[in-house]
């Protein structure tokens, strides 16, 4: 099913952060649909998304989040489809989404489990994103959109095995979306996780991998690696990745 992608108002925007305290009964109940259709939360975008399948959302609270996460990754990813990475940085845009179209995930996901004390502090982090490391990490919707858009772009003939490898860990997600947050660094990831999927030893540890990766970018400085073909490029990891072995060999 296809609905119109609506924002939200800069005037709009700026009262719901504003209001935050004021609304904690929204944001324990049935939230902000009551304004969807009001001229500030109605602005249209002029593209489409799935709903139906963005409602499809898996919104428990396991121990374990990275197989949800993958899933949820790959639901945000597909439903918004329609959306660039400069679109993907409009923070109306997840506002209003985590707000009405998704309120329900982002409120079972990250707002019901905090008490009265935290709740503000956890609505400003995961329904509202007003920087580029509160988007591509906190924001309930946001996140999820990036994980899948890295991942199609550094490998889109296997999506969900890159979000796999993307996911396996908090702290693998954090040290490689990070560092490839630019998709121009698309080459040089893309041979990353190549390396991931072939050689266990890369995410047996956090050390492992944080070392890995900052190999990665302490010998590729200066690198251009676009004007690199594929298996120049798969080289330069596997001689990086030869280089912290040894170190940890020693």
């Known amino acids: 099913m296809a609905?119109?992608?609506?924002?939200?108002s800069d005037k709009a925007l700026a009262e719901l952060r504003g209001g935050i305290d004021a609304n904690h009964l929204r944001y324990r109940g049935e939230g902000f649909a009551d304004l969807a259709q009001s001229p500030a939360w109605d602005i249209g975008l002029g593209?489409?998304?799935d709903d139906a399948l963005l409602a499809t959302l898996d919104k428990s609270r396991p121990q374990v989040i990275a197989g949800i996460d993958l899933e949820?990754?790959?639901i945000v990813g597909q439903a918004l489809?329609?959306?660039t990475p400069t679109l993907a940085n409009e923070e109306r845009i997840w506002a209003r989404l985590a707000h009405v179209d998704a309120f329900d995930y982002s409120k079972a996901r990250w707002l019901d489990s905090e008490g009265d004390e935290k709740l503000s502090a956890s609505v400003e982090k995961h329904m509202f994103a007003s920087t580029q490391t509160g988007i591509r990490d906190d924001h309930s919707l946001?996140?999820?959109w990036w994980n899948y858009h890295i991942a199609k772009t550094c490998q889109p003939n296997d999506i969900e095995g890159a979000l796999a490898l993307i996911l396996k860990t908090t702290d693998i997600r954090l040290n490689f979306v990070e560092r490839i947050w630019m998709t121009s660094r698309r080459a040089i990831a893309s041979a990353a996780l190549k390396a991931m999927a072939e050689d266990a030893w890369v995410t047996a540890t956090a050390s492992n991998f944080r070392d890995f990766m900052k190999a990665l970018n302490r010998f590729g400085g200066g690198i251009v690696f676009e004007a690199l073909d594929a298996a120049e490029t798969e080289a330069f990891v596997a001689r990086c990745l030869a280089e912290v072995k040894k170190k940890f060999a020693a």
Do not use: T, V
């Open 47 to 49: 593209i489409e998304y």
């Open 81 to 83: 489809s329609r959306l």
């Open 72 to 74: 949820n990754s790959k």
């Open 3 to 8: 609905a119109q992608l609506k924002y939200l």
């Open 142 to 144: 946001s996140r999820l």
